[in-house]
């Protein structure tokens, strides 16, 4: 247990990342686009096995939530991120924790006995990746594990919570629960759409967490699916669809609902419910070709940035530059590893 409680906590599906690279084949075989994250189906499930016995794999601790809290704790002092998710009792775990605590961040697993660990074959050909999710156990999360004695403290503590929406294809009335008891008690509760199949596919789900949401991040496909998904005339004009989330209704009126909508190497768009015929966008500096390795995890290295620099007391402006600082760092690398030593981002 940490001498100081963590200021920021973030729950989400816990996945041991497979990466391998020139997985071409493997896409033409299983059916997989290049860029792209699905939920594994039955036609799938072998490619796990396949990967290992004949690929060269990188393992990365996972998980859209995990990524982010994991880029957190880079950037901020030790213990100051704690992060929750349902794993089993394997080596998969074991590698999870690991790295965590190798990273400085504090985990507060949900540990399940004779169950496997959630994986995601990423499979990178340049720089797309595809990535295809087996949930495992990660699907399996108890809401009482919230408020179990080596938790509650933890929850209590923090002033910040993140999200991952991935959660919500299995987990919907956990974060809508606990995001309204956030908002209910003046915290700051922030979520990522994490991929357009979110708001494609379980809107309904995504609708009961969204009042009780002060920060949504999300990139430019995500914010055309909710778009389109909601009926807005204009789903890729980014600052209309930003300005359309920021004033959907909110159960915590005392703070502004702020949007944040990336693009890849063009500019972030930024729009406040309290401005929202204001949007304000943010240059991103762009790397030469060469100096991209895989862009597998730059959103949740954003995402990761932006809430280090939010919980660290920084201006949202500042959050966002410091966001784009370790989206820039993460795509240089393979996957979202924040190599050490450390670069100074804040």
Not at 9 to 28: I, K, R
Not at 303 to 331: R, T
Request: net charge negative.
């Amino acid at each position: 247990m940490a001498s100081t409680t963590p200021a920021l906590f973030c729950v989400g599906n816990p996945l041991l990342d497979m990466q391998v690279t020139n997985g071409e084949e493997l896409l033409a075989k299983y059916e997989l686009k290049a860029n792209d994250a699905i939920l594994a189906e039955e036609k799938h499930a072998p490619i796990y096995e396949e990967i290992v016995k004949n690929h060269k794999v990188t393992y990365v601790a996972g998980g859209a939530a995990q990524n982010t809290a994991r880029g957190a704790a880079y950037i901020l002092p030790p213990n100051s991120v704690v992060y929750t998710g349902c794993v089993g009792d394997d080596d998969l775990a074991d590698q999870l924790k690991a790295a965590n605590k190798r990273e400085g961040l504090l985990e507060a697993y949900q540990v399940k006995k004779g169950e496997k660990t959630g994986a995601c074959a990423v499979i990178i050909t340049g720089h797309h990746r595809s990535l295809v999710t087996t949930l495992r156990v990660a699907e399996k999360y108890d809401q009482s594990h919230l408020s179990s004695p080596e938790v509650a403290p933890l929850v209590a503590g923090a002033k910040v919570f993140y999200f991952e929406g991935y959660f919500l294809t299995h987990g919907a009335s956990i974060i809508s629960d606990f995001s309204k008891e956030v908002s209910a008690s003046g915290k700051v509760s922030v979520l990522n759409f994490s991929a357009p199949f979110i708001p494609q596919f379980f809107n309904a789900a995504l609708q009961t967490v969204l009042p009780h949401t002060d920060i949504i991040i999300c990139n430019e496909a995500e914010a055309e699916a909710w778009a389109s998904a909601n009926g807005h005339p204009a789903p890729t004009d980014l600052p209309a669809v930003g300005k359309a989330i920021a004033m959907l209704p909110k159960s915590n009126a005392s703070r502004p609902r702020i949007v944040v909508i990336t693009h890849g190497a063009e500019s972030t768009v930024l729009v406040s419910s309290a401005e929202p015929d204001s949007p304000k966008t943010f240059a991103v500096h762009v790397l030469k070709d060469e100096e991209i390795e895989d862009t597998n995890g730059a959103g949740d290295a954003f995402a990761g940035g932006f809430l280090g620099a939010y919980v660290a007391g920084k201006s949202l402006d500042e959050s966002i530059e410091a966001g784009h600082k370790l989206a820039s760092l993460s795509i240089q690398e393979v996957g979202p590893q924040f190599k050490w030593p450390k670069v100074q981002i804040l």
